[in-house]
């Protein structure tokens, strides 16, 4: 059975900053794109940040310049550094892995419960 356990939320003033893990079980996904999203009340999930099996990422507009996404393959787990945090960070942050082609394109096949970021200003 898969698993992702995010980890690392928490309250934290403007301006500071937060790392998040995500520890997965059940599968390796060393080898497939691995992601993090957030969803805050009455929003849609916006993805945070993606990495490819070969380490490439990408972020969101909002998020640029800030975020950081990394992986360690020999643990099965991805992390997120977080820096100038702002109020408009505050969601539900989920971690998402393995990605299957469907007709509208790459979607994760695997999601944890996500970890509360809160950020006060």
């Known amino acids: 059975q898969v698993q992702l356990v995010e980890s690392g939320g928490g309250l934290v003033q403007a301006g500071g900053s937060l790392r998040l893990s995500c520890a997965a079980s059940?599968?390796?996904?060393?080898?497939?794109?691995m992601g993090w999203f957030r969803q805050a009340p009455g929003k849609e999930r916006y993805m945070v940040a993606r990495?490819?099996?070969?380490?490439?990422?990408n972020y969101g507009d909002s998020v640029k310049g800030r975020f950081t996404i990394s992986r360690d393959r020999a643990k099965n787990a991805v992390y997120l550094q977080m820096n100038s945090l702002k109020p408009e960070d505050s969601a539900v942050y989920l971690c998402?892995?393995?990605?299957?082609?469907?007709?509208?394109?790459?979607?994760?096949?695997?999601w944890g419960r996500g970890t509360q970021v809160t950020v006060s200003s």
């Open positions: 059940g599968s390796d996904f060393s080898i497939s794109a």
């Open positions: 998402a892995a393995g990605e299957s082609w469907t007709p509208n394109g790459y979607q994760f096949d695997y």
């Open positions: 990495i490819s099996s070969g380490d490439s990422t």
